[in-house]
């Protein structure tokens, strides 16, 4: 469905620093990382897409995070959801809902939510059972 998915920052290094170790967490595997440029970003697997990217704005204006957008991350388990929240909130991430069930979505919906430094939102969501 997704080739790739922006996600824009105005301090690249700070926003690499969140990102790299959160990612990691999750299995996500890096694919490149331009400094120069600035942007990173990091593949699907096995398939090479969809791609998740950061970087400074296209266009050279300053970043605005929106509201009502997010970009949600699959996590394999419940234990990784916990996972990833804790280190997003440990590499400058701000707690927008702790992990935890969301049966008003579905019966196994387990989530978390957070702010990265940029003030884009994240969600990193398990939809199997509890084993």
């Known amino acids: 469905?997704?080739?790739?998915?922006?996600v824009g920052t105005n301090d690249f290094e700070r926003a690499l620093a969140f990102y790299r170790?959160?990612?990691?967490?999750l299995g996500i595997?890096?694919?490149f990382?331009?400094?120069d440029k600035p942007w990173a970003g990091w593949q699907s697997s096995p398939d090479p897409r969809p791609l998740f990217l950061i970087?400074?704005?296209?266009?050279?204006?300053?970043h605005a995070a929106g509201n009502g957008q997010m970009v949600a991350f699959l996590?394999?388990?419940?234990?990784?959801v916990d996972q990833a929240h804790a280190l997003a909130l440990a590499h400058g991430g701000r707690d927008e809902g702790a992990p935890g069930l969301r049966p008003e979505y579905h019966a196994?919906?387990?989530?978390?939510?957070?702010r990265d430094p940029?003030?884009?939102?994240?969600a990193f969501a398990c939809h199997a059972p509890q084993p």
């Open 55 to 62: 970087g400074k704005p296209y266009d050279g204006r300053p």
């Open 29 to 31: 595997r890096a694919r």
């Open 108 to 114: 196994h919906y387990y989530g978390a939510y957070v």
């Open 21 to 25: 170790p959160l990612l990691d967490a």
């Open 118 to 122: 940029d003030g884009n939102k994240l």
């Open 33 to 35: 990382c331009d400094a």
């Open 75 to 80: 996590a394999p388990t419940r234990a990784a």
């Open 1 to 6: 469905m997704f080739s790739h998915i922006f």
